[in-house]
């Protein structure tokens, strides 16, 4: 059983990667082998529309563009259980995390009418989002659509998948050496104290159940993960 968390934020230890670490631990907890990558660290690009992945007789589920993202692209579609992680940027996910949902989105997504599964295995996800908004705003400002369209190139790795919001987040150590009057930095220190500890402790259980369940699943089928 595999479990592989993907990293969007360019902070390695900040909100989005804790998150993704403490749903990891759950995951071991429950059973899993864990991985995470850091996807600032690579180097590469969106989609560029080679269409190497929609011509006849080419490989399914392949991206043909080879760069810095087709060593994580082959990790993804080995995993069983995948963990996604990204901070919000400017109402959307971070520029990386956009250019791996177009890449894996690509290559899973047929142009066949009726729509035939490219995808053969079984991957459940789980997508984690963080942002400096509270969850009021959020839902004015209709984050909601955002946080499920991301979810749609997920959908088609054949497994579950569900995303986790955390609101309000800290974005720096010290409010006082910003220029961040728009924040109240007692509030922001409160959220980290009280509500971001939930926060870890929901993605530690979201990484624990999707490794039982998918225990229980091959149990059930009398099958190994892929
Ligand atoms: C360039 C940039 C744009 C941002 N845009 C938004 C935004 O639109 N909405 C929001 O709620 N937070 C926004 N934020 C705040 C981050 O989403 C928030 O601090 C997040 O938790 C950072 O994740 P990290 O700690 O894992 O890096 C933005 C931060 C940066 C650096």
Not at 44 to 64: A, P, Q
């Amino acid at each position: 059983m595999r479990t592989l968390a993907l990293n969007g934020s360019p902070r390695k230890c900040w909100n989005t990667a804790q998150l993704l670490e403490s749903a990891l631990s759950g995951a071991r907890e429950a059973g899993s082998q864990t991985e995470m990558f850091h996807l600032f660290d690579y180097n590469y690009k969106g989609c560029i529309s080679c269409f190497g992945c929609k011509r006849r007789n080419s490989k399914l589920c392949h991206c043909y563009f080879k760069d810095g993202l087709s060593p994580i692209l082959e990790k993804i579609l080995q995993t069983d259980i995948l963990l996604l992680g990204s901070p919000i940027y400017f109402g959307d996910v971070t520029g990386q995390m956009r250019n791996l949902l177009e890449r894996l989105g690509f290559i899973t997504l047929t142009y066949d009418n009726p729509q035939q599964k490219f995808f053969p295995g079984r991957i459940d996800s789980a997508f984690f989002y963080t942002m400096n908004i509270p969850a009021t705003l959020a839902k004015n400002y209709g984050y909601e659509a955002l946080f499920q369209r991301q979810l749609l190139p997920l959908q088609r790795l054949g497994g579950s998948s569900q995303y986790y919001a955390a609101y309000n987040t800290l974005q720096f150590d010290d409010y006082s050496q910003y220029r961040c009057s728009y924040f109240n930095a007692a509030e922001k220190e409160r959220s980290r104290q009280e509500d971001f500890p939930k926060d870890l402790e929901a993605a530690y259980q979201i990484g624990f159940q999707l490794v039982k369940e998918r225990l229980a699943l091959a149990a059930e089928e009398g099958t190994e993960s892929n």
